[in-house]
Structure formats: structure tokens, C-alpha cells
């Protein structure tokens, strides 16, 4: 039976995969900063942990009655479904504006990345000198990657594959975008055609490298959270900070950072970069970008979020 709490927990979960999946579509902007931003951060790589571990391990077993109720299907299907919404539903849109309007999209979403860093930062249990180390380490890392120039590759199923499984490890680093790297990858423009045409044996291949990557810095990324929780989170933040550079709204052809011209569009840009800000704020105020580690009713999950902040 559905209750007013879980109505509102997968609203808010479909609002949640829409907006992680509208961002996988801009290059330079990471679902993982969304994911990271809305506080499902955790749950997500856990439950990557267990479809690429206990799951397939039960169903190898025969026990597939356990292996079902093991997945969190109430965080999982709210989640895949406005993924599924955004990626395939606003593909020609996104492909539009950033064609036609890239200042001003890329103004918004400079907004949102630097307002998502302003609030995580709180989540901090304060700021030491190593955590702030970690911190500059990670902008520098990420603005160094970010700044990168484009490789010239030819399309191949083993390029595909590699892609795949390369954007997948961008996809849950919030900061790092997967739609960067398939740029600099020089597989961009191959994808996205794969997924406007819908190209299942291109998507397949994708799919496969993601799924690949997933199963195996899933696991690296759960253990130093448990682990190193704070650490961690310092250096994510400068992660997200550091991919600011990736999509910085006036950038020449060749992709690197310019001065902008005083013009009115450039203080239609500044707006809307404040207006990213402020939908920031306004999220965290209305209770979505804040930590639900209640979205996955696991006891081992809940022993490991209370591990961390012991």
C-alpha cells in the first residue's frame, strides 16, 4: 500500500534520476554531482555493489527468490525511470541548446555545480588541514582532466566497449562528467547519434563497458567511504569544484577558458548562473538536496553509514 511518505519518496526519486539523467547529457556536467547534491550518493553505490556482487552470485547459486528480494526495486525503478525519461525524452533538446545556446546552458549549470559544492561543504564534519589538502588535490586533479584536449578516435566495438566503461567511472564521480569523457575520448557525438537512432547493438556494447566499470569502482569507492568517509567527501567536493573548468561558459573552439565580452548576454549569463545558484538553495530548503539514507531499507547498509560517523 502506497503511503503520503512513499509517494513522496518516489517523486522525489523520479525528479531525482531525471535531473541525474538530464545531466549525463551535458558534457562536463556529472550525474554523480546530482546524485551526490540530492543525498542518494551512498545508496546508489551500494546498490551498484550488489547487482555486480551478491546478486549475481545468488542467482548463480539457483537461489533466485533471495536474489530478488536482496534489490531495492522502491529505490531502483523511481531512479531508472526518470533516467530513462531525461536520456531518451530530452536528447534532441539538450543537442539543441547546447548547438544554438551554450553560454547561457552552460551559465546555468555553473551556477548549479558551484552552488551543489557550497552545500555539501556543510556536510562536512569540519575542515583540518589535511581535508582541506584533499580538497585543493582534487580541483587540481579534476581541472587538469577537465582541460584535457579531445583525442581523434575511430568509432569500434572495442572503442564502444572501453568508452563505456571509462565514462562509467565519470558518471558516479560527482564533478568528473561520463559525457566529458566520451568528448575527449572522441566518442561523443557517436553515442548520442547511437541513442537518437536507437543503435541497440552501439547501446548494447556501451551498456556492457558501463556495467564493467561500474562492478569494479563501485566496489573501491564503497570501501573508502566506509573507511575514509571525510576524506572522501573533501575530495569530491574538489572534484565538483574542479569541473567548473569543463564548463566555464565562454571558452574559444578550441575549448579553452576566455574572458567573456560586457554585453547583455553576458548579463543574461551572470543571471541565469545566479539562478543555478539559487535552485540550489531552494532544494535544499524544500528537503531534496539533503542525505535520505533511509531510501534503501538494507540492515547492512544501515550498519554502514552508522560505521562511518562513528
Excluded: C
Aim: no cysteine; charged share 10%.
Amino acid at each position: 500500500m502506497m503511503t503520503p511518505k512513499t509517494n513522496h519518496r518516489t517523486g522525489r526519486l523520479l525528479f531525482t534520476g531525471f535531473s541525474m539523467g538530464f545531466a549525463d547529457l551535458i558534457p562536463g556536467v556529472s550525474s554523480g554531482t546530482i546524485a551526490f547534491l540530492y543525498g542518494i550518493y551512498q545508496e546508489l553505490i551500494y546498490t551498484i555493489r550488489l547487482l555486480t556482487g551478491a546478486v549475481p552470485k545468488l542467482v548463480l547459486r539457483g537461489k533466485f527468490v533471495e536474489a530478488w528480494k536482496l534489490i531495492p526495486f522502491h529505490f531502483l525503478i523511481p531512479l531508472g525511470i526518470g533516467m530513462a525519461a531525461a536520456v531518451f525524452g530530452m536528447v534532441q533538446v539538450v543537442s539543441y541548446l547546447l548547438e544554438s545556446q551554450t553560454v547561457f546552458i552552460w551559465s546555468v549549470f555553473f551556477g548549479l555545480v558551484l552552488g551543489s559544492a557550497f552545500v555539501i561543504r556543510k556536510r562536512m564534519e569540519g575542515w583540518t588541514t589535511r581535508r582541506v589538502a584533499l580538497l585543493l588535490a582534487g580541483f587540481a586533479l579534476t581541472f587538469f582532466i577537465v582541460n584535457l584536449p579531445e583525442l581523434d578516435t575511430v568509432s569500434s566495438p572495442l572503442i564502444t566497449l572501453g568508452t563505456g566503461a571509462i565514462a562509467s567511472v565519470a558518471m558516479i564521480l560527482p564533478g568528473i562528467s561520463g559525457s566529458l569523457i566520451m568528448v575527449l575520448l572522441g566518442q561523443y557525438e557517436h553515442i548520442i547519434d547511437a541513442i537518437s537512432s536507437l543503435d541497440i547493438f552501439t547501446l548494447g556494447l556501451f551498456a556492457v563497458g558501463i556495467i564493467t566499470g561500474l562492478a569494479l569502482f563501485a566496489r573501491l569507492l564503497s570501501w573508502l567511504l566506509h573507511n575514509h568517509h571525510s576524506a572522501v567527501i573533501a575530495t569530491l567536493t574538489g572534484v565538483m569544484l574542479g569541473s567548473l573548468g569543463a564548463i566555464w561558459p565562454w571558452q574559444s573552439a578550441a575549448g579553452a577558458i576566455v574572458a567573456p565580452e560586457i554585453s547583455w548576454p553576458f548579463a543574461l549569463a551572470i543571471i541565469l548562473m545566479v539562478g543555478g545558484f539559487v535552485i540550489v538553495l531552494f532544494l535544499e530548503r524544500a528537503g531534496i538536496a539533503k542525505e535520505h539514507v533511509s531510501d534503501v531499507d538494507s540492515k547492512e547498509f544501515k550498519r554502514e553509514i552508522k560505521t562511518q560517523h562513528e
